[in-house]
């Protein structure tokens, strides 16, 4: 079966510094999808990722499959307060209508 | 656009008690339908999905059943809760073309005393 290893589990940085969350599979990736959540709340969508060196932004947040497809890493620039929550990655299981998701990463931003 | 609802927000159960969380959305037809189950500082943990009306594939063996009556319709139930069914309920839905991005609903948090 499919695995997701996101690291770090939890950050915290400073409010204006940039971070990087990794997410890495134990197998191809076919699609890769990156979510937020605050807590509590449900799991808001960023982006998808489908092609080996792809590479997508919103706002201030980047996201990047690698060549192989079995890495991606969501960087986000100048963070800010509301950037802080749970970031999640979740990957296609291939012939499958399904998702597989990794634990996700913790991230807090101090003032 | 599509909304997904998800009922009740929070509930407080005692153990052996019965279930029943509902999922409806709106906006689209035919859509692929999720329960996931989130413990405390873990990742989601697929509980069911279904790809149409009465059709039902279950992820992991457990105290719990899904149900899907209508089209936009899912229901998550257990005849008797555990203890370890406390923890927060997501749906969510996703087309049944590619790229199979999820939305989700708002939540459930379930406690079980």
């Known amino acids: 079966s499919q695995e997701l290893e996101q690291s770090p589990q939890s950050l915290i940085v400073q409010e204006g510094k940039n971070l990087t969350i990794n997410c890495t599979s134990s197998?191809?990736?076919?699609?890769l999808y990156w979510y937020k959540q605050k807590y509590g709340e449900g799991l808001i969508f960023l982006m998808m990722?489908?092609?080996?060196?792809e590479e997508k932004s919103h706002e201030k947040i980047t996201a990047k499959l690698d060549e192989k497809k079995q890495q991606s890493s969501l960087h986000i620039t100048a963070s800010q307060p509301s950037h802080a929550g749970i970031y999640l990655c979740g990957a296609e299981i291939q012939g499958a209508q399904k998702l597989v998701f990794g634990q996700g990463t913790r991230l807090t931003i101090n003032p | 656009s599509q909304t997904i609802h998800q009922w009740p927000a929070t509930l407080v159960q005692p153990v052996g008690s019965p279930l029943s969380l509902e999922c409806t959305v709106e906006g689209t037809s035919n859509p692929n339908l999720y329960w996931y189950r989130q413990a405390a500082g873990r990742g989601l943990q697929l509980l069911f999905y279904?790809?149409?009306?009465?059709?039902i594939s279950s992820e992991v063996p457990q105290n719990l059943s899904a149900s899907r009556p209508q089209d936009r319709q899912f229901i998550l139930s257990s005849k008797k809760l555990l203890l370890s069914d406390s923890g927060f309920y997501l749906c969510?839905?996703?087309?049944?073309?590619?790229?199979?991005?999820?939305?989700f609903g708002p939540g459930t948090r379930l406690t079980v005393t």
């Open positions: 279904s790809v149409g009306i009465g059709q």
């Open positions: 969510a839905w996703s087309a049944k073309v590619p790229p199979y991005e999820q939305y």
């Open positions: 197998k191809t990736l076919y699609g």
């Open positions: 990722l489908q092609k080996g060196g």
